[in-house]
């Protein structure tokens, strides 16, 4: 009838919409960042724009690595004579064992492949270090940033250094071809975030007695 109201579009018509413009807006981010990416990566390659720039690339990235400074500081513990220094250098430890937990679960569970202009010759790698999401290198480079900041006592040239290191290692994925950029953000995201929680969970000689006794 002519004076009848319109029938109602069903619920999943009315919907459609929405989805779309998600999707479509998370294509397009997602292509931005593979694009930008790879106009960065000037050092994936020796025939790459900054090719010779690379193994300098190569050096920083090892200085951002889990395993140098897990050794590192499992050594510094074992060696530190000093009450206060083994409560920072076992938080240290700590706080480097759960970011290499962390990351090894968030690549297990993404599954984002390494960009396709990355070369496969990374130092140490473990079967999830064929994922790129997210940028471990960058989740360490923020945590320890705001370790160190947070319990060394540093003068303000050597402050500076740290932030600058931090920040060089995170770039330096992008450039070397290792990681996309949305890799690298989240990894300083989660970084930041897991000092906090180093932080709340902080190991002294009162909360992890047995710890402490085996120094």
């Known amino acids: 009838p002519a004076g009848a109201a319109a029938a109602p579009l069903p619920e999943e018509d009315c919907m459609k919409l929405n989805p779309s413009f998600v999707g479509i807006a998370l294509s397009s981010l997602l292509a931005i960042d593979l694009w930008a990416s ?49 409560e920072v250098l076992l938080n240290l430890l700590f706080a480097l064992l759960l970011d290499l937990v962390m990351v090894t679960v968030v690549k297990g569970l993404v599954k984002r492949p390494r960009p396709t ?45 740290v932030v600058l290191w931090a920040l060089i290692v995170s770039i330096s994925r992008v450039m070397l071809g290792r990681h996309n950029m949305t890799d690298v953000l989240f990894g300083l995201l989660l970084g930041y975030a897991l000092y906090g929680v180093v932080e709340h969970c902080w190991l002294s000689p009162a909360t992890a007695p047995a710890l402490f006794a085996l120094w």
Request: hydrophobic letters at 45%.
């Open 38 to 86: 790879k106009r960065l990566g000037v050092c994936a390659g020796e025939g790459s724009a900054w090719g010779s720039a690379r193994p300098l690339m190569k050096v920083i990235e090892v200085s951002g690595h889990g395993i140098p400074w897990v050794l590192g500081t499992f050594y510094g513990l074992c060696q530190s004579d000093s009450s206060a220094a083994r």
């Open 117 to 161: 202009h990355n070369k496969m010759d990374m130092f140490v790698t473990i079967s999830v270090d064929k994922y790129s999401f997210p940028s471990g290198h960058a989740t360490r480079a923020a945590l320890v940033c705001r370790f160190v900041l947070r319990h060394l006592v540093l003068a303000i040239p050597l402050r500076v250094l």
